[in-house]
């Protein structure tokens, strides 16, 4: 089978990062950051899996591209590595679920001491709270965005918490921040879930490849140093070790 793949380009050393921390797609143009950093030639970036391929002469270092990837919100670190700590907490004991968790039980004791008790004045200092505590991380998220000039929905929710506030409907601005909060919470936790189900199928392809040499015998090289094009033999039983078209012969194959 001719290999379909899109790999680094021939002679360049290969280095493979994951997102450990931050939003990829707010980051901006990450491929033009890191391809700005000396002896970069070549950079790709599959947000769906939450990685990016580097391909460079060798002077790019993992402290170069965390530094650099540091100045658009994101933190990289090397495919190879574990994205968390060994023993971290789970993840709804990370601030940011904690935080959202104090935002919403302000929240109920706002709208108790509002429509229960009638405590309106307890009511305003809780719901003020619920904006202090809920919007730390979607206003920070929101800062880092406008810093690099540009826009997102953290952004809307910014504005629209501010101008709740203007107008003096506390209530609003605090259920605006939680609400929101709790949707960025849920739609990270599904698209982290979503990478981890992706990276688990990419780590069934297997690390070798049999590559046909123009004499008739086989080489066995890395995945990643094939080029669009070649020849793969694909033995009975074996996975498929790249994307590619059927050239020649018929089997049994694991296309796992």
């Known amino acids: 089978m001719t290999s379909g793949s899109a790999p680094v380009e021939r002679g360049l050393v290969c280095d493979r990062y994951r997102v450990a921390r931050g939003c990829l797609d707010c980051a901006g143009d990450l491929a033009g950051a890191?391809?700005?950093?000396?002896?970069?030639?070549?950079?790709?970036?599959?947000?769906?899996?939450?990685v990016v391929v580097i391909g460079h002469d060798g002077a790019v270092t993992p402290d170069l591209v965390a530094r650099q990837a540091a100045q658009l919100g994101l933190e990289l670190s090397p495919a190879g590595q574990p994205t968390h700590p060994a023993g971290q907490s789970r993840w709804w004991h990370s601030p940011r679920v904690l935080l959202l968790a104090v935002a919403e039980l302000l929240l109920d004791a706002g709208l108790a001491a509002s429509h229960l008790a009638h405590q309106h004045s307890v009511a305003t200092g809780l719901y003020l709270a619920t904006v202090a505590v809920g919007g730390i991380f979607p206003v920070r998220s929101a800062w880092q965005v406008l810093a690099r000039r540009r826009l997102s929905i953290g952004t809307l929710l910014l504005a629209g918490t501010i101008g709740a506030l203007a107008l003096g409907v506390f209530a609003e601005a605090a259920m605006l921040v939680v609400v929101f909060s709790a949707?960025?919470?849920?739609?990270?936790?599904?698209?982290?879930?979503?990478?981890?189900?992706?990276?688990?199928?990419?780590?069934?392809?297997?690390?070798?490849?049999?590559?046909?040499?123009?004499?008739?015998?086989?080489?066995?090289?890395?995945?990643?140093?094939?080029?669009?094009?070649?020849?793969?033999?694909?033995?009975?039983?074996?996975r498929l070790p790249t994307d590619g078209k059927v050239t020649a012969g018929s089997s049994w194959v694991d296309q796992s």
């Not at 000396?38 to 970036?45: F, M």
């Open 34 to 50: 890191l391809g700005s950093l000396p002896g970069a030639q070549q950079v790709q970036v599959l947000g769906a899996a939450g």
């Open 183 to 238: 949707g960025g919470l849920m739609e990270d936790y599904v698209a982290d879930r979503a990478r981890s189900s992706i990276r688990a199928l990419m780590s069934l392809t297997p690390p070798v490849a049999a590559r046909l040499q123009p004499d008739g015998t086989t080489a066995q090289i890395p995945v990643g140093d094939l080029q669009p094009g070649e020849l793969v033999l694909v033995r009975p039983g074996e």
